[in-house]
């Protein structure tokens, strides 16, 4: 064992595939589903980053983030792992939180998933892309896990929220990190800070003699027992039962227990230089970091459907002959009809680039929730679709907004590519 990468040692509660549980891939995504058929909650593992120079096993086969999976799905939940760009570089910061958002909408739109019971778990560099969803907290969002977490950007990457700024902004919001005793300096210090800012927000594991990693370096009962109680806790706050002694093939330990520090002072933002791979490094020199509603008949009036832009509940008057890209734009519209806002952004491509009427410029799914949010929250959302044309991967359609008590005529062009909508033009 020792011979291998760090990265390809065996995950500590030594859990095996087997036929109790099946692995769907899906793109970039790979789902664990539990045996039966009953619709639970789930968990996304959020792997970190950047890898070693000439990394040839991506993330989601490396046995630690197999092991979490097939951990949760052997206690009834689904799993799912994605790759993600961080692991090429920080300098992906930015794309890898678009591709997480992806994964995110494929998970919670699975027919297994309670769409409302999900939870992300972030791992080292992964802590990076936390902020944002500790800041945003969407309905649906049950926990945030952090185990050994970076959460400080370098100098030099692009910023994204940062993690100690925003823990216990939404009081409701059950947030874990699980820490290393044996942590880089570097990232201790930040970790320090996100612990003392989160005061009573904030539960945690310690493990105080385990490396950066240790969930897959150190082979020990302190770090079996860290990683079943992280999974108990997990399990718990999404509404499950936790499991009996063997459901993992490591029992959990007689007591759960979790700690928690006092809000002292809000943290500074630290600046962390991060010049080597955040991946597990041996212990004994400290580690480096690592269905969809079909287009109504020609000029059949049909029941409410809205589309995009803050518009809202629409009613379509006349349209043109079906094609896959208006199944496209179909769905987008009944995922806003439901006032669904994460299912409503799963229709688009982490880099969709909407250009608005007034000509201001929305690209990717994270600044389209900003945009959205409140609307969906206040129901300012009220379109009549006058008629919609259908050409190859566009989709045009002739729209009246009525926003704040005016009409206001719209074109909105929709281009879609490869079932998702990469392009949006609204012309007043």
Do not use: N
Request: charged share 25%.
């Amino acid at each position: 064992m020792t011979d291998l990468p760090a990265y390809l040692r065996p995950f500590v509660l030594g859990v095996l595939e087997g036929s109790d549980v099946r692995v769907d891939r899906l793109g970039e995504i790979d789902l664990y589903r539990p045996p039966g058929t009953a619709r639970g909650g789930a968990i996304l593992f959020v792997h970190g980053g950047p890898g070693p120079a000439g990394l040839e096993v991506m993330p989601r086969d490396w046995p630690v983030y197999k092991g979490y999976a097939t951990a949760a799905a052997r206690r009834g939940l689904v799993a799912a792992v994605v790759d993600h760009s961080l692991i090429h570089g920080l300098d992906r910061l930015v794309v890898a939180a678009d591709e997480v958002e992806a994964a995110v909408g494929v998970l919670r739109s699975d027919p297994r998933v309670d769409p409302d019971r999900v939870g992300l778990w972030f791992f080292s560099g992964a802590g990076l892309l936390a902020g944002e969803w500790l800041d945003s907290r969407p309905d649906w969002l049950r926990f945030v896990a952090l185990t050994y977490p970076l959460l400080a950007t370098p100098p030099g990457v692009d910023d994204l929220v940062t993690a100690a700024e925003v823990i216990g902004k939404h009081k409701d919001l059950p947030v874990l990190l699980t820490r290393a005793g044996l942590e880089r300096e570097e990232l201790a210090g930040p970790v320090a800070e996100f612990v003392s800012a989160g005061g009573a927000a904030l539960d945690i594991i310690d493990v105080p003699k385990g490396h950066h990693g240790f969930d897959m370096l150190d082979h020990t009962e302190e770090s079996r027992a860290a990683v079943t109680k992280a999974l108990d806790w997990a399990i718990a706050h999404l509404g499950e039962e936790p499991g009996a002694d063997g459901k993992l093939l490591v029992p959990p330990p007689a007591k759960k227990k979790t700690t928690t520090t006092r809000r002292t002072t809000p943290a500074a933002k630290a600046a962390v230089a991060v010049q080597e791979p955040l991946t597990p490094a041996e212990p004994a020199t400290q580690p480096p970091v690592t269905p969809a509603p079909s287009t109504p008949a020609p000029a059949a009036p049909v029941a409410a459907q809205p589309p995009l832009v803050g518009l809202g509940a629409a009613t379509v008057a006349a349209v043109t002959a079906d094609t896959p890209a208006a199944r496209v734009i179909g769905r987008e519209h009944a995922a806003y009809d439901a006032h669904d806002l994460e299912a409503f952004l799963a229709m688009y491509s982490p880099t969709a680039r909407i250009l608005l009427a007034d000509g201001s410029e929305l690209k990717g799914r994270r600044f389209l929730r900003e945009f959205y949010r409140p609307r969906f929250a206040a129901g300012r959302c009220k379109t009549e679709v006058v008629q919609r044309l259908m050409v190859g991967e566009w989709v045009v359609e002739h729209v009246v907004a009525y926003d704040d008590g005016e009409s206001t005529p719209q074109l909105a062009l929709y281009r879609v590519a490869d079932g998702l909508i990469t392009d949006v033009e609204f012309r007043a």
